[in-house]
């Protein structure tokens, strides 16, 4: 006997045009990866843009909008996976709302990876050939904030691709 094992069941890819407002309760489709981690994230209603709801991240399991930041670095991610249709696919275009009022060191970032790789908690994920970093470090911006990516989607025609938030708080520290 061993136990007990955490593992994750594979998704249910979303259809593209793939729409989230995170007013649809539970996990909104999305898979979280906070292990121990102290900040984890939360769907909820502490914060939204939304009508009711948003994804952001909690040391109180949602409870509230704030997190813990006099702790050694800490990494967790949520990720969906989206099918890109079959045809002629050129570009991917990727509009989010997001705020941050961390402090320095404190910033989201958006990855687009395969779907074989699944991040890991208090690990940040790296740059290679096979991953991509959308947009900046999203950080310092107490205000709700539109970003629109257009993305080089040559040769992702029918295929699946996972799209990671990943937050990394003390990164300097």
């Not at 930041?69 to 709302?97: C, M």
């Amino acid at each position: 006997w061993v136990g007990p094992v955490s593992f994750n069941t594979p998704q249910v890819p979303a259809d593209m045009d793939y729409t989230q407002n995170f007013d649809g309760g539970g996990l909104s489709g999305f898979t979280f990866v906070d292990g121990g981690q102290t900040n984890k994230w939360a769907v909820g209603s502490a914060t939204s843009k939304s009508p009711a709801n948003s994804l952001y991240i909690s040391n109180d399991n949602g409870v509230t909008y704030t997190y813990t930041n006099s702790e050694a670095r800490s990494t967790v991610h949520a990720y969906r996976d989206v099918k890109i249709p079959a045809g002629s696919i050129n570009e991917v275009l990727l509009q989010f709302d997001w705020k941050s009022v961390g402090e320095w060191g404190d910033y989201l970032q958006i990855w687009i990876v395969p779907v074989t790789y699944t991040p890991q908690p208090g690990q940040m994920i790296q740059e290679a050939d096979d991953r991509l970093q959308i947009g900046e470090n999203f950080m310092d911006n107490p205000d709700w904030k539109n970003s629109i990516n257009v993305i080089d989607g040559t040769g992702w025609a029918d295929t699946v691709k996972r799209i990671v938030f990943q937050w990394t708080n003390d990164e300097w520290q």
